[in-house]
């Protein structure tokens, strides 16, 4: 009668695991699609401010354009002179440009890399709970949890360090671009 129990104790213990198992994968899953649809909505939203800023700078260089001529005949400007200021104000402009879309990327990069790290660390957890159902000492337990804090913190570390390196490289390219940019004004002064 008492091995019946332990059986039906086992049993019930087997069937509660395998329930928190099944749970956890539901939430491991529900978290990526959350994760996913984050990733998707920040590249549309990226998207559109890429566009929104090239109109905005169409739009602006075509009122400069037309201020620049109006500011040159009221000071007296030749068309030439006109023509040089407006010419600056729109590579001024697309620097301004290139430089938004340059960020935007960066962010949508490091959004990507940021997300990659979130569903690696969701599916790490769950290896982590089944290794934690197989812990039958606490020194088990205690190497387990210290793995995962191991590994959670290099994940962390490696995912910061490739980010660092994109915001660097978005940098360094707007830097040039803009660099790029003042010395064709200078020549063309």
Not at 5 to 24: F, I, L, V
Not at 57 to 80: H, K, P
Request: glycine share 6%; proline share 1%; net charge neutral.
């Amino acid at each position: 009668m008492a091995d019946l129990r332990q059986d039906e104790k086992s049993a019930q213990k087997k069937e509660s695991a395998g329930e928190k198992t099944a749970e956890q994968t539901r939430r491991t899953q529900a978290g990526e699609e959350v994760a996913q649809a984050s990733t998707d909505l920040l590249q549309q939203n990226l998207e559109l401010l890429q566009n929104s800023c090239r109109v905005g700078v169409e739009v602006a260089t075509a009122m400069m354009g037309r201020s620049t001529d109006q500011l040159g005949r009221t000071f007296g400007l030749t068309g030439d002179e006109a023509q040089r200021a407006t010419e600056r104000s729109a590579r001024n402009a697309g620097a301004i440009m290139y430089s938004a879309s340059a960020v935007a990327k960066g962010m949508n990069g490091a959004s990507r890399e940021y997300f990659e790290f979130v569903r690696q660390q969701i599916d790490r957890s769950m290896d982590r709970m089944n290794e934690l159902w197989r812990c039958r000492t606490p020194h088990d337990l205690a190497a387990v949890q210290t793995d995962s804090v191991r590994d959670a913190i290099r994940s962390a570390m490696e995912t910061s360090r490739r980010i660092a390196d994109m915001s660097l490289k978005v940098a360094d390219d707007a830097g040039n671009h803009i660099a790029q940019s003042v010395e064709r004004m200078q020549r063309a002064s």
